[in-house]
């Protein structure tokens, strides 16, 4: 059983009016349509489909190249988002962002995140995954999207499909399916596709209510702390607090409360791995638990 999807890339600017385009732009950019594709197919489809990619046309009006999809399926559990076979290519399309769909695609996600990595990650159950942006927005994506993101590989092919827009008269690139605009990207935007591969360390301070899990005094003062529903470690940077829970001026009890200022670095390695740390920089306030059980050190 085959499945094919059609999508059209339509690159625009004073410099393609003549219908021509430079061979050494169009070819890394049609190699990375092929890549991203192809590792979208193996993240979310593991193995059990093939996915054939052909140029069909190149047409007048601007530069706009015509894309066929085809997809084979290599066995019958393939069962993507809703499990049926017509939608699995439809799906797969949506998540990278060249076909309409419910989900945010990797393309926008790529624009929205302005080439970081998400501030925080929730996993909600049922694929879905959210996302803290920079302004402490919050976007709901499938955790596939995500996956995406996350690949170098994916990442440099994204990257391959902007790139023509770096270059000096050509200023936009339409994503088109059925004559319908799916994403447009601009100029400007295409700083945000170029992948980075040394290590960036991003740091946001916030005011956090952290519940105790555990603390020590030793080494380097990582405290244990609950935020929610996930478990972090921080270090203990406010050096008056620590006197006073030295001094027994401060006494704690299990799941007692501190609102504290917590500064996040955020590290993303040369390898793309990403790991996050904490310090506490001051506490704001102790809210004592109701429980009167006694606290080890």
């Known amino acids: 059983m085959n499945d094919t999807l059609k999508f ?3 690159y625009d600017g004073e410099d393609l009016h003549g219908h021509e385009m430079d061979a050494r732009e169009l070819a890394p950019a049609l190699i990375g349509v092929c890549d991203l594709i192809d590792e979208a197919n193996a993240v979310i489809n593991h193995g059990r ?7 069909r046309t190149l047409k007048d ?3 706009q190249i015509d894309i066929a999809l085809i997809q084979s399926f290599l066995d019958h559990a393939v069962d993507l988002l809703s499990g049926k076979y017509v939608t699995a290519l439809l799906a797969l399309a949506a998540i990278v962002g060249v076909a309409k769909g419910p989900v945010v695609g990797l393309i926008e996600l790529i624009k929205r995140l302005r080439g970081l990595q998400p501030r925080a990650v929730k996993d909600l159950g049922e694929g879905n995954v959210q996302i803290t942006l920079d302004d402490n927005t919050e976007l709901t994506i499938r955790k596939e999207t995500l996956l995406l993101y996350q690949s170098r590989r994916a990442r440099k092919a994204a990257h391959a499909v902007a790139k023509p827009l770096e270059r ?8 088109l399916q059925n004559g319908a605009t799916v994403q447009t990207l601009v100029k ?44 972090l470690s921080a270090t203990i940077g406010d050096q008056r607090f620590i006197e006073r829970v030295l001094t027994e001026d401060e006494s704690f009890q299990p799941s007692d409360l501190l609102e504290v200022r917590l500064q996040e670095t955020q590290i993303t390695t040369k390898d793309g791995e990403t790991k996050c740390e904490h310090e506490v920089l001051e506490v704001l306030s102790h809210v004592k638990s109701p429980k009167q059980a006694h606290l080890e050190f």
Request: zero cysteines.
């Open 188 to 231: 400007d935007d295409a700083r945000y596709f170029v992948p980075t591969y040394e290590e960036v360390r991003r740091v946001v301070e916030r005011v956090a209510k952290l519940r105790i899990h555990a603390l020590w005094f030793s080494g380097d003062n990582k405290w244990r702390f609950i935020e929610g529903d996930r478990q």
């Open 168 to 175: 000096a008269g050509i200023d936009s690139l339409d994503v």
């Open 49 to 55: 489909a093939r996915i054939d990619i052909r140029v």
């Open 8 to 10: 059209s890339l339509r």
């Open 61 to 63: 009006g601007s530069f």
